[in-house]
T-cell receptor, first 115, second 112 residues
Framework: DAGVIQSPRHEVTEMGQEVTLRCKPI?????LFWYRQTMMRGLELLIY????????DSGMPEDRFSAKMPNASFSTLKIQPSEPRDSAVYFC?????????????FGSGTRLTVV | SQKIEQNSEALNIQEGKTATLTCNYT??????LQWYRQDPGRGPVFLLL?????KEKRKERLKVTFDTTLKQSLFHITASQPADSATYLC???????????FGTGTSLTVIP
């Protein structure tokens, strides 16, 4: 298995532009999570899906952020318009229903820089 | 507010010694706690899980303890090696949900 696949690995964009981050979870994993990591705040949960349905989006910073999971093999995180304070590494993770036994499998992340 | 704290300072130890990392939490009632390893430029990798009714868990050179009275977990790496150098994150799941909340991590450097 190729693991959780995220694209792009790096994204540099100008303030005000729309940014779309992509994630392909591991086949058979029914939960998908988007996290943001910064030096100051560590890993913050933004949103998670169970069986393609958003369960908790209370971590999404504001209306500029949106996430979708149209099917079991694809999810997107969109920021529109982007701001410099959105600069961070964004991780996607997926898990089996038995989360306790196996934990998350993380992707390699997308490093976003907004200038 | 809920908080998860790990050793705020980076930890440097000599090869062969035991590294001990701390994870303290407040205002949680965790069902279980996990430890992850993160290397630069990579996502975290799951290492070990311990449940609230377990005191200790071992896996090869790794040992995790969980004290729900002290609200603390300790993560030990015995016979440490330079390849163990990484950032280690603790994560816990509250009884009320199924998502993990992560600590900020402790950077460990094992000196040859």
């Amino acid at each position: 298995d190729a693991g959780v696949i995220q694209s792009p690995r790096h994204e540099v964009t100008e303030m005000g532009q729309e940014v779309t981050l992509r994630c392909k979870p591991i086949s058979g994993h029914n939960s998908l999570f988007w996290y943001r990591q910064t030096m100051m705040r560590g890993l913050e949960l933004l949103i998670y899906f169970n069986n393609n349905v958003p369960i908790d989006d209370s971590g999404m910073p504001e209306d500029r952020f949106s996430a979708k999971m149209p099917n079991a093999s694809f999810s997107t995180l969109k920021i529109q318009p982007s701001e410099p304070r959105d600069s961070a590494v964004y991780f996607c993770a997926s898990s089996l229903p038995e989360l306790a036994n196996y934990g998350y499998t993380f992707g390699s992340g997308t490093r976003l820089t907004v200038v | 507010s809920q908080k998860i704290e790990q050793n705020s300072e980076a930890l440097n130890i000599q090869e062969g010694k035991t590294a001990t990392l701390t994870c303290n939490y407040t205002n949680y009632s965790p069902a279980y706690l996990q430890w992850y390893r993160q290397d630069p430029g990579r996502g975290p990798v799951f290492l070990l899980l311990i449940r609230e009714n377990e005191k200790e868990k071992r896996k090869e050179r790794l040992k995790v303890t969980f004290d729900t009275t002290l609200k603390q977990s300790l993560f030990h790496i015995t016979a440490s090696q330079p390849a163990d150098s990484a950032t280690y994150l603790c994560a816990l799941v509250a009884n009320t949900g199924n998502q993990f909340y992560f600590g900020t991590g402790t950077s460990l450097t094992v000196i040859p």
